[in-house]
C-alpha cells in the first residue's frame, strides 16, 4: 500500500487527497507536528511527505534532513503560506520533489501526489549548477518527471507576474523543454539538458540547449513550423504519414506565446524571451 503523511495539512487538502481516484488506494495519515511525524516515519514507510503550510520553508528543510535519516526513501513536498525566491531555491538545493505556496492548486497538489508515488530515480533529475533569485542555471535530467518538476519550481520563482502571464510564460517553457528532452536526448535519463532561467526589470528569458546535434526547422517539413496562416493540419498528416507523434507544435505555440524565440546557428539552443507587462 502506498501511504502519504501530512503534517498540519488544511482540511481541503487531506479531502481532496483522500477523495481523488489519481491516487486511489492510497492512505493519507496526518501528523500534529513535526515531532510527531518522524515518530511515524520511524514506526511505517511513507512514499510522500507534506510538510506544513504553517511552519518557514527554512525549517522546513531542516526537518527534512531528520525524515530522510529516519525514511531516506521518502519525497518530500514542500506546503507554505509564502515564499521567497532565495526559499524556492534553497528547496531546489535540497532536493526537494516539489514546493507549492499559497493560494494551492489542489488537483495539481494532487497530480503532484500521483507522480512521486510513481517516481523511482528522481533524486538526480535537477541538479542546481548556480543561482540566485534572477538568475538560475541548471543540468535536468531528459525525463517527462524532471519536466512537471522544474515547471513547478520555477512558476514559484514567478509568483510576482501576474497569473496569466506566468501561466503562458510556463507553458512556452514546458513545450521547448520536452522538444529539446524529445528530439535532442531521446528521453534518455542519462542525457542531460541545460536550463538557465534569467529575470531583468523589464523581461523573463529562459534558455534551453539540448545534448543533439541541433537541427534546421526548414529541412524537416513536418515539423509545425509554418508561418501564421499556415496549414498545421497538412503537417499533422506528414508526421503521421512518418509514424510520427504530432509534434513541432510545441515550437510554435511557444513563438505566438513569447515575445522573442531564438535559435542558436545549430539549433539545440533556444531563448525564449517574454517582456513583463
Same mark, same amino acid.
Given at each position: 500500500?502506498?501511504?502519504?503523511?501530512?503534517?498540519?495539512?488544511?482540511?481541503?487538502?487531506?479531502?481532496?487527497?483522500?477523495?481523488?481516484?489519481?491516487?486511489?488506494?492510497?492512505?493519507?495519515?496526518?501528523?500534529?507536528?513535526?515531532?510527531?511525524?518522524?515518530?511515524?516515519?520511524?514506526?511505517?514507510?511513507?512514499?510522500?511527505?507534506?510538510?506544513?503550510?504553517?511552519?518557514?520553508?527554512?525549517?522546513?528543510?531542516?526537518?527534512?534532513?531528520?525524515? &530522510?535519516?529516519?525514511?531516506?526513501?521518502?519525497?518530500?513536498?514542500?506546503?507554505?503560506?509564502?515564499?521567497?525566491?532565495?526559499?524556492?531555491?534553497?528547496?531546489? &538545493?535540497?532536493?526537494?520533489?516539489?514546493?507549492?505556496?499559497?493560494?494551492?492548486?489542489?488537483?495539481?497538489?494532487?497530480?503532484m501526489a500521483r507522480r512521486a508515488i510513481a517516481a523511482t530515480d528522481w533524486h538526480e533529475g535537477i541538479e542546481v549548477v548556480s543561482a540566485k533569485p534572477d538568475w538560475i542555471s541548471l543540468r535536468v535530467n531528459c525525463g517527462l518527471l524532471t519536466v512537471e518538476r522544474l515547471v513547478r519550481f520555477l512558476s514559484e520563482l514567478g509568483k510576482d507576474l501576474k497569473e496569466e502571464e506566468r501561466e503562458e510564460t510556463m507553458l512556452a517553457f514546458r513545450e521547448i523543454l520536452v522538444n529539446a528532452m524529445e528530439h535532442g536526448g531521446a528521453f534518455n535519463p542519462a542525457q542531460v539538458v541545460e536550463v538557465s532561467a534569467v529575470r531583468t526589470q523589464r523581461t523573463v528569458v529562459y534558455y534551453v540547449k539540448d545534448p543533439g546535434p541541433g537541427f534546421d526547422p526548414a529541412t524537416i517539413p513536418h515539423a509545425a513550423n509554418a508561418e501564421p496562416g499556415g496549414d498545421l493540419l497538412a503537417h499533422a498528416e506528414q508526421r503521421a504519414e512518418l509514424g510520427l507523434r504530432p509534434g513541432g507544435f510545441g515550437l510554435l505555440l511557444a513563438r505566438k506565446i513569447v515575445d522573442e524565440m531564438i535559435h542558436s546557428e545549430q539549433g539545440n539552443e533556444v531563448l525564449l524571451i517574454k517582456h513583463i507587462i
Open positions: 500500500m502506498t501511504r502519504l503523511l501530512l503534517i498540519d495539512p488544511p482540511k481541503e487538502l487531506g479531502d481532496a487527497l483522500r477523495s481523488s481516484p489519481l491516487i486511489e488506494g492510497t492512505f493519507v495519515d496526518c501528523a500534529t507536528g513535526e515531532a510527531d511525524a518522524l515518530r511515524r516515519l520511524r514506526i511505517r514507510s511513507y512514499d510522500v511527505l507534506f510538510t506544513s503550510p504553517a511552519t518557514p520553508v527554512r525549517a522546513d528543510l531542516v526537518f527534512l534532513d531528520e525524515a &530522510r535519516q529516519a525514511r531516506p526513501g521518502v519525497r518530500p513536498v514542500v506546503l507554505t503560506a509564502e515564499a521567497a525566491p532565495e526559499e524556492v531555491i534553497a528547496a531546489l &538545493r535540497s532536493r526537494v520533489f516539489a514546493f507549492f505556496s499559497a493560494p494551492w492548486d489542489l488537483p495539481e497538489i494532487t497530480d
